[in-house]
């Protein structure tokens, strides 16, 4: 049973540029999260996924922020124009309804 | 809203001794989960166990477990034992026990650091 995984692990851009990170959840599980993390303090919540609708964006979630995931499967979460501001980790997590989230290891992004 | 607090910015302990983490939580919920999660350098969050608001009895899992004190509204978690490789990160977070109750609010985390 292979757990959540997140592609890249590590992603260097230039600002303005844009970026897009795929989240791989833990098969069975139908709800997928998306986390942000910045040095020294706890995740902040981001969006959520029942199957494949989008149930809630957070207000950190600007409009150059955007995530899908199409048949419920995998997710993918994309910046657009990123800015110095968006450098951070950037965590995915699923679980079977209710039950405890796993997470993956996350994408470190830098932009310079 | 829901709110964690997590006093202990960084500890030291050493092998084989056990570390208490501090938790304190703020919540108008009735019901509510506690979750305590483990970050090695490595980034991933690492589930360690989870306490249910109306559970009567303290979680444990194996050399993890979690003091909870209600009505203090506090959800400390206990290491003994500790060993190298418990040396990461530590979260403290939760969430509502309701249907539509899916976000986790976490604590800014403690760092742990075990001294051979």
């Known amino acids: 049973d292979t757990g959540v995984s997140q592609d890249p692990r590590h992603k260097i851009t230039k600002r303005g540029q844009n970026v897009t990170f795929r989240c791989d959840p833990i098969?069975?599980?139908?709800?997928l999260y998306w986390y942000r993390q910045t040095l020294g303090q706890g995740p902040e919540f981001l969006t959520y996924?029942?199957?494949?609708?989008?149930?809630?964006k957070s207000r950190l979630l600007s409009d150059r922020f955007s995530a899908e995931r199409p048949k419920g499967s995998f997710s993918t979460l994309e910046i657009q124009r990123t800015e110095q501001g968006d450098s951070a980790m950037y965590l995915c997590?699923?679980?079977?309804?209710?039950?405890?989230?796993?997470f993956g290891p996350g994408t470190r992004l830098t932009v310079t | 809203a829901q709110k964690i607090t997590q006093t202990q910015p960084g500890m030291f302990v050493q092998e084989k001794e056990a570390v208490t983490l501090d938790c304190t939580y703020d919540?108008?919920?009735?019901?509510?989960?506690l979750f305590w999660y483990k970050q090695p350098s490595s980034g991933e969050m690492i589930f360690l166990i989870y306490?249910?608001?109306?559970?009567?009895q303290n979680a444990t899992e194996g050399r993890y477990s979690l003091n909870f004190q209600k009505a203090r509204k506090s959800a400390n978690l206990v290491i003994s034992a500790s060993q190298l490789g418990d040396s990461a990160m530590y979260f403290c977070?939760?969430?509502?026990?309701?249907?539509?109750?899916?976000?986790?609010?976490f604590g800014a985390g403690t760092t742990v650091t075990v001294r051979a």
């Open positions: 997590a699923s679980s079977l309804d209710n039950y405890e989230q796993y």
């Open positions: 977070a939760m969430r509502g026990r309701g249907p539509n109750d899916y976000k986790l609010s």
């Open positions: 306490q249910g608001s109306y559970d009567e």
């Open positions: 919540t108008s919920d009735q019901s509510y989960g």
């Open positions: 098969s069975e599980h139908n709800r």
């Open positions: 996924f029942q199957n494949e609708a989008q149930l809630e």
